[in-house]
């Protein structure tokens, strides 16, 4: 694909401040939970108590007696709930649609009174009796890993016959979001169709979900979400609690907010699951792999289907001919697990790349050179050529900012006075995908623009991106220009997940932009306009004038002047963009990057910390550098919890996650921070769309793990194979 002319290209890649900045900083931005509608009423679950087993007796009479309850919904009363036959939903089954528990902190019942404090007490009173069986919450052990998801050659004989090889297990634990911001919903019903002011990453997706379970057109349910407190995937899809909230304002004819708690949202709102990955690489003496096989498990719940897509990156990754990547999907007694922060890739590059990493180490060769010698001339898991690709220069980049050439390879070789330095790197890639967006552009009589589109900005910038395109389009600089997002009412948008939601607003945005210009260029050319008689197509807008090429530079009419002649307020035109569906066929279409890490290791006092990262990444033009530096810093402090402190403990007797607090499941902070040196590539894929965009979003954080367990083992001598990395661990280093 060609790149297509910007008429204010410099509008483009600039490092604008969030044009939504100040209504967040001053308090003016409205989340969810802020909403506060007349007569609201306010719900609280009830949540099992055990993991496995059916509720035998649900006592409700004495909260249904207390102080401002209106219901106690549960199976016996709850109104019809349906399935969906289509879109996207990680838990599946309706909310209180049968007695059988399946994890622990399964909605039971729904208490819903005047006041928050009111429905908690309530909630607190209903006794549920069950019959309890113990729950398997247990790890992944050695289980088969029967599909095939990726296969070329035969990799188990070429195994067998390198002369150099590694087989080694790694697993990663469960994780949970976390997000700032609670997952909740403000419903209300008026008698035919809903409002639900949502926590959602995809309101579209949302909308057309919550019609077919509460069993009614998708044109009598609006969904808002115009601010998210993050989300990171976990917020993807819709989950029971909302269904719950929109049946309770339909049933008392009021509206009903159902915010639910922290330790709520490690049990019914979603998770990485637990993955245990198995990797063999077989390679010749002078580090060419013959072979390399990834079989994976990752855990799921009793019902559902979601996968962790470990092995999606696995075969363009690195030439080799022969490969096979196999998974399966144990079942274990826990919540539905979900999309979180680059899934699959995430915990996939963390074994591929500590694999690596120790065929490396095996065959004596520097670890940037190992994957340097093993670059792909094209994607080998599919046959396509690469629409772009520049690891080899993240690589060669990162290990120069780095200072890379003054590592010592021998382990605990690098020390600053009684500090042990390691030194660990790692490649990272994540797939281009783009899907379907309508948008509409309007210029105004007053000079001002507005764009609407029924995506969200989940804090990662979308808002000043769209603001930027269109002022590519018209020079209207960004403070004159609204952008209206985050409502099903709005032309259509995709969910923000999986880095897509830029790559593929853009097109959809310009080509909106183009055809407002173009309708206002046509009022300048009919009628009365300042330029009768001439062709529209000789017209552009720029900062709010509408010229001709061959005007002077001060020449031009004030859009104003033109909507006022034709008594017009206002010029509209809409765009679309489509999902790419066509080109991925013909190409092989993805981001990639390096990770280089200097950890320090102080054994007297057992303190490991991550002291400095510099990444490198090839993610196409990047639109915003100062919102995509954003993202990737973020991904990398989430790397850092990854690697060094998250993991969601189960209690083998209950079921229950016995750290679901920010006290006991520790994230990341400004005090764990490294120092951050993060750099991109400039190669806009004008082959993806005409601005050459890809995410990275979920890039920056796959990867970053193993980068810090190569340099642990750089360090101390301890291949870390098991995350998070525990000092117990290192003692003995």
């Not at 169709?193 to 997706?205: M, R």
């Not at 998770?271 to 855990?299: E, I, N, V």
């Not at 382990?411 to 967006?437: F, I, K, N, Q, Y």
């Amino acid at each position: 694909m060609a790149q297509s002319p910007l008429a204010h290209p410099d509008a483009i890649g600039q490092p604008y401040t969030r044009i939504d900045g100040p209504a967040k900083v001053s308090g003016t931005a409205r989340y969810t939970a802020d909403f506060m509608l007349p007569d609201m009423l306010h719900a609280v679950p009830v949540c099992a108590t055990i993991a496995h087993g059916r509720i035998t007796q649900l006592e409700t009479e004495v909260a249904e007696t207390m102080p401002g309850v209106h219901i106690v919904l549960h199976q016996g009363n709850r109104p019809a709930l349906y399935r969906a036959a289509s879109g996207s939903i990680d838990e599946a089954r309706p909310p209180l649609d049968d007695n059988i528990i399946r994890y622990y902190g399964q909605y039971v019942a729904l208490v819903v009174a005047d006041t928050f404090e009111q429905a908690q007490a309530a909630a607190h009173a209903v006794q549920v009796s069950y019959d309890s069986q113990t729950p398997d919450v247990s790890p992944l052990a050695d289980e088969d890993t029967p599909n095939i998801e990726s296969e070329r050659g035969d990799a188990a004989a070429a195994h067998a016959s390198a002369p150099v090889t590694i087989d080694a297990v790694y697993t990663t634990p469960v994780e949970t979001h976390n997000s700032m911001e609670l997952h909740a919903c403000v419903a209300t019903y008026d008698g035919q169709a809903y409002t639900l002011y949502e926590t959602s990453q995809g309101v579209v997706n949302h909308r057309d979900v919550a019609a077919q379970m509460l069993g009614t057109g998708k044109e009598n349910v609006r969904v808002i979400s115009h601010y998210l407190g993050s989300g990171f995937g976990g917020k993807l899809w819709i989950w029971p609690h909302s269904l719950l909230a929109a049946v309770a304002s339909r049933l008392l004819s009021r509206p009903v907010k159902l915010v639910i708690s922290r330790a709520m949202t490690f049990h019914s709102a979603g998770h990485r699951p637990y993955t245990r990955q198995r990797l063999l690489l077989g390679a010749t003496q002078d580090g060419k792999l013959m072979s390399l096989q990834h079989h994976y498990l990752s855990q799921v719940s009793m019902l559902d289907k979601y996968r962790e897509r470990c092995g999606e990156a696995t075969p363009r990754m690195y030439s080799t001919p022969n490969l096979k990547v196999t998974w399966a999907m144990p079942r274990r007694h826990v919540g539905a697990p979900t999309s979180m922060r680059g899934p699959g890739a995430v915990p996939g590059m963390y074994a591929l790349e500590s694999a690596m990493d120790e065929l490396a180490i095996a065959l004596q060769i520097d670890p940037v050179e190992l994957r340097l010698r093993n670059e792909p001339e094209h994607d080998e898991g599919n046959g396509l050529p690469f629409s772009s690709r520049h690891l080899r220069e993240c690589l060669q980049q990162g290990a120069e900012r780095f200072g890379w050439q003054k590592r010592l390879p021998g382990v605990g070789e690098m020390r600053r006075g009684d500090e042990v330095l390691g030194w660990g790197v790692a490649a990272c890639s994540w797939l281009g995908l783009r899907m379907p967006t309508d948008a509409r552009v309007s210029l105004h009589a007053d000079g001002s623009a507005h764009l609407m589109c029924a995506t969200q900005d989940i804090g990662t910038g979308t808002y000043t991106i769209l603001a930027q395109l269109v002022s590519a389009e018209t020079g209207i600089a960004l403070d004159r220009i609204q952008v209206s997002l985050g409502d099903t009412q709005l032309p259509a948008g995709p969910v923000s997940g999986g880095s897509a939601a830029t790559a593929s607003i853009a097109p959809a945005a310009l080509e909106a932009t183009r055809n407002a210009v173009q309708a206002a260029c046509q009022l300048a050319v009919s009628g009365q306009g300042p330029y009768r008689g001439r062709s529209a197509k000789e017209l552009t807008v720029q900062a709010g004038r509408i010229r001709a090429a061959d005007d002077s530079v001060d020449a031009g009419v004030p859009l104003v002047e033109v909507l006022a002649a034709a008594n017009v307020s206002h010029v509209s035109g809409d765009g679309h963009g489509g999902s790419g569906r066509a080109l991925k066929k013909q190409y092989s279409i993805n981001s990639y990057g390096a990770h280089f890490v200097e950890v320090v290791w102080h054994a007297a006092t057992a303190r490991l910390r991550v002291s400095r990262v510099v990444t490198v990444i090839d993610g196409g033009r990047i639109l915003n550098p100062r919102t995509g530096r954003s993202q990737i810093e973020g991904a990398i402090i989430m790397g850092v919890g990854m690697a060094m402190l998250e993991q969601t403990h189960y209690d083998s007797r209950s079921g229950a996650p016995v750290n679901s607090n920010l006290a006991d499941y520790i994230v990341a902070t400004h005090a764990d921070a490294p120092r951050l040196d993060v750099n991109f590539l400039d190669y806009p894929d004008y082959i993806w769309n005409e601005v050459g965009a890809r995410g990275i979003g979920e890039i920056g954080l796959a990867g970053i793990a193993a980068a810090i367990t190569n340099a642990v083992y750089h360090a101390t001598g301890v291949r870390v194979r098991d995350l998070p990395v525990r000092i117990e661990d290192l003692l003995h280093a």
